[in-house]
T-cell receptor, first 115, second 112 residues
Framework: AQSVTQPDIHITVSEGASLELRCNYS??????LFWYVQSPGQGLQLLLK??????LVQGIKGFEAEFKRSQSSFNLRKPSVHWSDAAEYFC?????????????FGTGTRLTIIP | DAGITQSPRYKITETGRQVTLMCHQT?????MFWYRQDLGHGLRLIYY???????DKGEVPDGYVVSRSKTENFPLTLESATRSQTSVYFC???????????FGPGTRLTVL
């Protein structure tokens, strides 16, 4: 069974500082990996996804993530955070075989930005 | 409006009552999903549907019933609500050719 671990429940960074959110997955084959962001009181919005190819993927809002198969990781990064980045971030893994639609989400990392 | 909507946005009910949460999408996406979000658990899949009249259980289906008579609607029913079903419920949809799930705004359900 697939699983996702987000080891950091809450992270606080200063505005303008760099950010890295950790995500480790467990899956027997090549995974589909996603990062979603949830602003307070809102649904989830896709930031970026990895299916195959280049292991460094670019997303919206200046975010990027790197797939490292050897470490079973898919960490999210941003070089300089803005106050509007304060939100909850979820990593998710899905099966790579077409037709298996189940995504497994991590427990989320809450990001606080201080001025 | 185009997109995915959920109703109601907030609901308070009592233990033992039947509650139905509605989900409607305008994209004609094949797949639809119901998740619940709880502190410390992230999002957990309750049920999903690959097409009209095709549904399947997710990780936490007990106590829930779904139906999908039309492609655009995917209601979730709690037949006899329990306090443990107090949660935020999210509906999502996905086009068969793409791998991105689009989420609704959520329904906050409180069972007293």
């Amino acid at each position: 069974a697939q699983s996702v671990t987000q080891p950091d429940i809450h992270i606080t960074v200063s505005e303008g500082a760099s950010l890295e959110l950790r995500c480790n997955y467990s899956y027997g084959a090549t995974p589909y990996l996603f990062w979603y962001v949830q602003s307070p009181g809102q649904g989830l919005q896709l930031l970026l996804k990895y299916f195959s190819g280049d292991t460094l993927v670019q997303g919206i809002k200046g975010f990027e993530a790197e797939f490292k198969r050897s470490q079973s990781s898919f960490n999210l990064r941003k070089p300089s955070v803005h106050w509007s980045d304060a939100a909850e971030y979820f990593c998710a893994v899905g099966a790579s075989n077409f037709g298996n639609e189940k995504l497994t989400f991590g427990t989320g990392t809450r990001l606080t930005i201080i001025p | 409006d185009a997109g995915i909507t959920q109703s109601p946005r907030y609901k308070i009910t009592e233990t033992g009552r039947q509650v139905t949460l509605m989900c409607h999408q305008t994209w004609s996406h094949s797949y639809m999903f119901w998740y619940r979000q709880d502190l410390g658990h992230g999002l957990r899949l309750i049920y999903y549907s690959a097409a009209a009249d095709i549904t399947d259980k997710g990780e936490v289906p007990d106590g829930y019933v779904v139906s999908r008579s039309k492609t655009e609607n995917f209601p979730l029913t709690l037949e006899s609500a329990t306090r443990s079903q107090t949660s935020v419920y999210f509906c999502a949809s996905r086009n068969r050719e793409r791998d991105e799930q689009f989420f609704g705004p959520g329904t906050r359900l409180t069972v007293l």
